[in-house]
């Protein structure tokens, strides 16, 4: 996979999970399939639940987040101010 991030990532699953909230740049347009790009540093997964129980995940390292709940963890391409942005979140 490209554009996700500045390592290798082989299945998108390693990067991204259904629910997540991300921040990307639009790089590429066509019709109405976007190509999108989280591969700088403030890019990437802002918000994030643990898949097992629904808990939000907490930052433990560069790529990695554990739930408080139940203690699983998991990987992601989180961006650097994971959990602390100011803008309001939409859905």
Do not use: H
């Not at 554009?3 to 347009?29: G, L, M, N, P, W």
């Not at 907490?58 to 101010?81: F, P, T």
């Amino acid at each position: 996979m490209s554009q996700i991030s500045d390592r290798y990532v082989e299945k998108i699953q390693e990067a991204f999970q259904i629910t997540d909230i991300i921040r990307a740049r639009v790089i590429k347009q066509k019709y109405n399939e976007y190509d999108l790009s989280t591969s700088e540093k403030n890019l990437g997964v802002i918000y994030a639940d643990c898949v097992i129980c629904g808990t939000p995940l907490v930052k433990i390292s560069y790529n990695k987040l554990r739930c408080e709940r139940c203690g699983n963890q998991e990987s992601r391409k989180i961006a650097n101010d994971y959990r602390n942005v100011d803008q309001p979140l939409r859905f």
